[in-house]
C-alpha cells in the first residue's frame, strides 16, 4: 500500500494545478480520484477477508469515523455491518462491497467517455489501461458476489496498477497534446 501511495503522489505532481489544465486536468482529477476510491474499497475488502478468515467482529485496524482518507467516507464504522458498508467508494446504506464496486466501475467508464481527444500512442496506451481496469473491476465484482474475497483483492490490485498505468500514459499524452498546440500557437 505505501508503494501504492508513492506513486499516487507521483502521478498527482506530473500534472500541475488540474484548475488550469482544463478538460485534461478535471480527467486527471476524476481518475486520481477513482484510483482512491478503489483503494479504500480494496482496504475495505482486505479488512473483511481478515474478519472472516479469524470469525471475528473486530481487527487492530478496525475502520472509523474520522479515519478515512477519502472526503466522501462518511458513515458507520465499517466493522459495525461487516461488509464494508458506510465507508469509501460510494457510500450509501445499504450498499456492499460488490455494490461498491460496481459504482467505482461504472464511474469509470463514464469518465472514459469524457475523456479529452488525445492521440498517438500515449493516448491508445491510456485507453487501453482503463480498458483493462475496468475489466479488472467487473471480475472482483464478480469475486466478491461469490464470497472470494482473495480474488477480489487479487483483481483490485490489477485494477489498480492499469488505473495508474492508464493515468500515466494519459499525462504523457495531454503534454504532447499541449506542446503540439503551444508550438503551433507559437508560430
Avoid: C, W, Y
Avoid at 113 to 124: F, H, Y
Avoid at 166 to 181: T, Y
Amino acid at each position: 500500500l505505501n508503494q501504492l501511495m508513492e506513486n499516487l503522489k507521483v502521478t498527482e505532481g506530473q500534472r500541475g494545478d488540474p484548475s488550469q489544465q482544463g478538460k485534461g486536468g478535471q480527467s486527471m482529477k476524476d481518475l486520481r480520484q477513482t484510483l482512491r476510491d478503489q483503494q479504500d474499497l480494496s482496504d475495505d475488502a482486505f479488512r473483511q477477508g481478515q474478519q472472516d478468515g479469524r470469525g471475528q467482529s473486530s481487527s487492530p485496524r478496525d475502520h472509523r469515523p474520522g479515519q478515512d482518507r477519502s472526503a466522501q467516507g462518511q458513515g458507520e464504522p465499517q466493522d459495525r455491518q461487516g461488509d464494508g458498508e458506510g465507508s469509501g467508494a460510494f457510500p450509501r446504506p445499504g450498499m456492499g462491497l460488490a455494490d461498491r464496486q460496481k459504482s467505482l466501475r461504472d464511474e469509470l467508464n463514464r469518465q472514459q467517455g469524457t475523456l479529452p481527444d488525445a492521440q498517438g500512442q500515449d493516448a491508445n496506451a491510456a485507453r487501453r489501461s482503463l480498458d483493462d481496469a475496468g475489466k479488472a473491476m467487473e471480475e472482483a465484482e464478480d469475486a466478491l458476489r461469490k464470497g472470494d474475497t482473495p480474488g477480489a483483492i487479487d483483481r483490485q490490485a490489477a485494477a489498480i496498477e492499469k488505473l495508474r498505468d492508464g493515468m500515466r500514459s494519459l499525462n504523457k499524452a495531454l503534454s504532447q497534446d499541449e506542446n503540439r498546440l503551444s508550438g503551433a500557437d507559437g508560430q
